[in-house]
């Protein structure tokens, strides 16, 4: 999956080459959007880079997914019938309520409600980070 999102750079000079080819030969408008389309992605990756930001589903995050799933199948589980589930801000056992694991649920494009042109421009907006802040990040904020 992080292959893949790093990968998006890639393929955006695809649109940026036919943009610029199109803006000198043929249709402005067109080569406009190319640019338009293929820059937004360059520069979000740029700028994720530049913060020193991981992809939004990193190897880490699927460590300490497995991690709270090793867990609750030991003998150090929260409860007798531990049942795991990433609810959108944390991991909670459904059972007993208990929060296993403090992290936000990337987006990753699932198919929503609200239809696929408005969860399209979601994720865009987004780039898949979750759109909550997990209730860790938020103790940490009112500390400072
Ligand atoms: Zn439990």
């Known amino acids: 999956m992080r292959a893949f999102y790093w990968l998006a750079l890639v393929f955006a000079t695809i649109p940026l080459g036919f943009g610029w080819a199109s803006l000198g030969h043929g249709s402005a ?3 406009f959007g190319m640019w338009t389309v293929g820059g937004w992605v360059v520069v979000s990756r740029i700028t994720l880079l530049l913060a020193g930001e991981e992809a939004p589903w990193s190897k880490d995050l699927a460590m300490r997914v497995q991690n709270v799933k090793n867990i609750s199948e030991s003998d150090q589980s ?6 795991p589930h990433w609810e ?3 991991i909670r056992c459904i ?3 208990k929060i296993l694991l403090n992290e936000a649920r990337p987006d990753l494009g699932r198919p929503r409600s609200d ?3 408005k969860g399209l421009i979601r ?3 987004t780039d898949g980070k979750p759109v909550v802040v997990s209730s860790e990040d938020e103790s940490d904020d009112s500390e400072e």
């Open 29 to 31: 408008p067109m080569g």
């Open 78 to 83: 929260c409860c007798s019938m531990p049942s």
């Open 88 to 90: 959108v801000t944390a």
């Open 95 to 97: 059972t007993c309520g």
């Open 115 to 117: 239809g696929k042109i």
């Open 123 to 125: 994720l865009l907006l």
